[in-house]
C-alpha cells in the first residue's frame, strides 16, 4: 500500500534561517506530487506541484522553492526564513494522469513557526 | 473564475441533529467536486467525491449544477464527526484543486 511520510513534524526556526522540509512517498511510481500551506482563515493554498523529477510548478511568488530530487522525494526550502512563513506546510501525491480519478493523499503535516 | 465558498467557518450541532455544510462553487466548465476531512490530530483526508455518489460514514453530498453547489449532509450527527471539513473543486482544464476556507463542525453531546 501507498504510504507518504513528512517531516519533520513540528520545527521552530529564527528569521533569517534556512528550511528543509521532506516529504516521501512509499509503494507508487511516478505519483503527482504538491507542497500545501494551510492557514487560518485562509484555508490551502497550492505552493508547488510536480509531475516528474525535476519539474516543479510555483503556485505563487514566495520566499520558498521547492526540487525533486528523486521520484517519490519532495523538498520544501528556503534560503532565509520570514516571519510569515510561519505556518501548517502539507505534503499530498495523486497517482499520476489522475485527472477527474484524482484523490489528494496528504501527510501528517509540519508546523513551523519562525521566531 | 475558478471558485469555492464555503460560508460558514463554524458550525454548531447537537447529537443526533440532522447537519448540512455548505459549499458553492464556479466554474464554467464540467465539475468535479470532493469533500475533504480533517479530524484532529489526523491527516487531511478525502472524505467524498461526487463521481462515486457514496455515502461515507453516513455523509452524502450531491452536485446541484442549477445551483453551483455541493452541500454535505448527514441526516443525525455525531460527536465523531467533529472535525475541519473542506470542499475542492478540481478544475480539469489546469489541473489544479479549487479549495474553500473550510467548515469547523463541532457535534455538541
Known amino acids: 500500500s501507498q504510504t507518504i511520510h513528512q517531516w519533520p513534524a513540528t520545527l521552530v526556526q529564527p528569521v533569517g534561517s534556512p528550511l528543509s522540509l521532506e516529504c516521501t512517498v512509499e509503494g507508487t511510481s511516478n505519483p503527482n506530487l504538491y507542497w500545501y500551506r494551510q492557514a487560518a482563515g485562509r484555508g490551502l493554498q497550492l505552493l508547488f506541484y510536480?509531475?516528474?523529477?525535476?519539474?516543479i510548478s510555483s503556485e505563487v511568488p514566495q520566499n520558498l522553492s521547492a526540487s525533486r530530487p528523486q521520484d517519490r522525494q519532495f523538498i520544501l526550502s528556503s534560503k532565509k526564513l520570514l516571519l510569515s512563513d510561519s505556518g501548517f506546510y502539507l505534503c499530498?501525491?495523486?497517482?499520476?494522469?489522475?485527472?477527474?480519478?484524482?484523490?489528494?493523499?496528504f501527510g501528517n503535516g509540519t508546523r513551523l513557526t519562525v521566531t | 473564475a475558478q471558485r469555492v465558498t464555503q460560508p460558514e467557518k463554524l458550525l454548531s450541532v447537537f447529537k443526533g441533529a440532522p447537519v448540512e455544510l455548505k459549499c458553492n462553487y464556479s466554474y464554467s466548465g464540467s465539475p468535479e467536486l470532493f469533500w475533504y476531512v480533517q479530524y484532529s490530530r489526523q491527516r487531511l483526508q478525502l472524505l467524498l467525491r461526487?463521481?462515486?455518489?457514496?455515502s461515507i460514514k453516513g455523509f452524502t453530498a450531491d452536485l446541484n449544477k442549477g445551483e453551483t453547489s455541493f452541500h454535505l449532509k448527514k441526516p443525525f450527527a455525531q460527536e465523531e464527526d467533529s472535525a475541519m471539513y473542506y470542499c475542492?473543486?478540481?478544475?480539469?482544464?489546469?489541473?489544479?484543486?479549487?479549495w474553500g476556507l473550510g467548515t469547523s463542525l463541532a457535534v455538541n453531546p
Open positions: 461526487h463521481i462515486s455518489r457514496e
Open positions: 475542492a473543486l478540481f478544475a480539469g482544464n489546469n489541473r489544479k484543486l479549487i
Open positions: 510536480s509531475v516528474g523529477i525535476g519539474q
Open positions: 499530498a501525491w495523486s497517482v499520476l494522469g489522475s485527472g477527474f480519478n484524482l484523490p489528494l493523499h
